[in-house]
């Protein structure tokens, strides 16, 4: 399915056109979560606390978790492989972020605001997985590597 076909203009088209494009774009998507595990990997005692702070026990478990969520979900994003597998880790991972870490509505002022808008950039992260694991599908459906 070529990016023309989809109804998007010549220009943008050609935009979207370079091979490594959706490769550069995964990795863009997963980012975050990269540098997290590897914060978190290379500083576990802070990871620990951080999970503890957000009252999350054992933090060492929660810490673990996360790192492996983060780093092997991340992978599974990147190289196109078990996508769903790694989006949906990770899309759970940032669910339970939003709630514990975002609650907004215990919360006023300046704290509210901030809190509502990371709540909300979260959701989007969680669409934009979704939609990673979709074209995932799709390339997988016809006839190319990636869906699994």
């Not at 999350?56 to 996508?83: Q, T």
């Not at 990673?132 to 006839?143: D, E, F, I, R």
Request: aromatic residues 12%; hydrophobic residues 60%; proline residues 3%.
């Amino acid at each position: 399915m070529s990016t023309h076909a989809q109804g998007n203009p010549p220009w943008i088209a050609a935009l979207l056109a370079p091979r490594w494009l959706p490769l550069v774009a995964r990795v863009a998507l997963v980012s975050a979560y990269v540098i997290g595990g590897v914060a978190k990997l290379a500083n576990f005692h802070a990871a620990v606390l951080e999970q503890e702070h957000f009252g999350l026990h054992p933090g060492w478990l929660w810490a673990a978790l996360a790192i492996g969520v983060e780093l092997g979900g991340s992978a599974c994003v990147i190289f196109s492989r078990f996508v769903w597998l790694g989006a949906g880790a990770l899309g759970a991972l940032t669910a339970v972020a939003m709630f514990v870490a975002n609650d907004f509505w215990n919360l006023t002022g300046d704290a509210h605001f901030f809190a509502l808008n990371a709540f909300f950039e979260h959701l989007g992260l969680i669409a934009a997985l979704v939609m990673a694991t979709c074209l995932a599908g799709v390339k997988h459906s016809s006839g190319h590597a990636g869906g699994q």
